[in-house]
């Protein structure tokens, strides 16, 4: 049996960016993450050890987004590597990170990166 986990616009302000005042004021950006993995055990046996602890998700996606980055890219490949190592049972993990107000013309959403992998 395959079920996801996901975790959906985690709201985090951090310092990511090429330009110098991107690293000072920083900017708003959200997060999501998709985990795919076998939780079957999990689905019989009502245990967290059964399953992937998607607060401890949370955590790593805190962590890295503290780690000023010139590039969201960069970011993403760390969240996900880190999810990785931390749950190697993971089948597929996919990150999606947003800069809402990116310093650009134009009025727009946000600008994305999305990473995925497949084990």
Do not use: W
């Not at 993450?33 to 999990?42: G, K, M, Y």
């Amino acid at each position: 049996m395959i079920t996801k986990i996901q975790l959906e616009d985690i709201k985090i302000h951090a310092c990511h960016g090429v330009l110098k005042e991107e690293n000072i004021i920083g900017a708003e950006y959200l997060i999501c993450v998709e985990v795919t993995a076998d939780f079957s055990e999990a689905i019989e046996s009502d245990e967290l050890k059964d399953t992937i602890n998607y607060a401890e998700i949370n955590a790593i996606i805190h962590q890295e987004m503290k780690i000023p980055s010139r590039l969201i890219e960069h970011v993403g490949g760390r969240i996900l590597r880190k999810i990785k190592k931390e749950f190697p049972h993971a089948k597929r993990i996919k990150v999606k990170i947003t800069k809402k107000s990116p310093p650009m013309k134009g009025e727009m959403k946000g600008a994305s990166i999305e990473i995925e992998e497949t084990f």
